[in-house]
């Protein structure tokens, strides 16, 4: 009898230990543990378009700019609109971004916007146009662009500008 209390002791504390071990590596390679975080994305699709003339504007470059980026951490993307201006972004951080979108212009007078100092429909927008080698580039930033995660939503970027004191 003594002897079974003796094996019934050691594989107690055997199974105890197994058990402190297994909680070890459970929490030692956990997704918080390596750095990582249960991180929540959605999806993003829409057009770059000019409401003044009911244009798509195909080949835009869309770059969503992480404000939070760090150096251990940098959620920004980046797409292209195709020949119809439709975009489109996979597994988007949820997060508050500001918005870059650039199109290139053959002459000044192609470009959508003729005005030194303008914004777009997009509260906090900046519009600026400047000459890219042989081009005109129009580029467009929207600040404090706030994407939640969850379903996939439409977002529409018209091209479109007005001057910087128009209501």
Known sequence: ??????????????????????????????????????????????????????????????????????????????????????????????????VSIQAWYPTKEDAPCQLLIAKTVDKNSTVMVAREKDKFVQQVFIKGFSIRAGKEFTKNFDFACKSMFAK
């Open 1 to 98: 009898m003594l002897e079974l209390n003796k094996q019934r002791s050691v594989m107690r504390r055997t199974i105890s230990q197994m058990l402190s071990i297994l909680g070890v590596l459970v929490v030692t390679f956990s997704p918080l543990a390596l750095g990582g975080e249960q991180t929540k994305t959605t999806s993003m699709k829409g057009k770059v378009f000019r409401s003044d003339t009911n244009q798509t504007i195909p080949n835009a470059s869309i770059v969503l700019l992480d404000e939070k980026k760090s150096e251990k951490q940098d959620n920004s993307i980046d797409t292209k609109s195709d020949d119809q201006g439709n975009y489109s972004f996979e597994n988007v951080v949820a997060g508050v971004y500001t």
